[in-house]
Nanobody, 126 residues
Framework: QVQLVESGGGLVQPGGSLNLSCAVS????????IKWFRQAPGKEREGVSC????????HYADSVKGRFAISRDNAKKTVFLQMNSLKLEDAATYYC???????????????????WGQGTPVTVSA
């Protein structure tokens, strides 16, 4: 059973950077596709970025392309989301999520991401 724990959120000024971490507990952590979502108060949860376990390809929402970078450190069993040039609209609680089974697809429906971390809040404020 895969388990996920996020960390790294905090308060940052516009234009600043944060590096979020998603610790993946599983027999083979690198077999799990990991997707980052975010949810701001009063808004729907949206997909931000994903790294596929099938081919290590990465995917980004248009709103974060060129500013965010997702990566995986297999030795540390962690997926990172490096967020640069943060904007006020990036403020949200960020969650990492995975399918219950390995080799999921980044493009699979939202409801198939059945395992979630507790979330880490990101505040962007001057």
């Amino acid at each position: 059973q895969v388990q996920l724990v996020e960390s790294g959120g905090g308060l940052v000024q516009p234009g600043g950077s944060l590096n979020l971490s998603c610790a993946v507990s599983a027999l083979y952590p690198d077999h799990y596709t990991i997707k980052w979502f975010r949810q701001a108060p009063g808004k729907e949860r949206e997909g931000v970025s994903c790294i596929s376990s099938r081919d290590d390809k990465t995917h980004y929402a248009d709103s974060v392309k060129g500013r965010f970078a997702i990566s995986r450190d297999n030795a540390k069993k962690t997926v990172f989301l490096q967020m640069n040039s943060l904007k006020l609209e990036d403020a949200a609680t960020y969650y990492c999520a995975s399918d219950r089974t390995p080799w999921g697809a980044c493009q699979q429906p939202f409801y198939q991401f059945a395992v979630w971390g507790q979330g880490t809040p990101v505040t962007v404020s001057a």
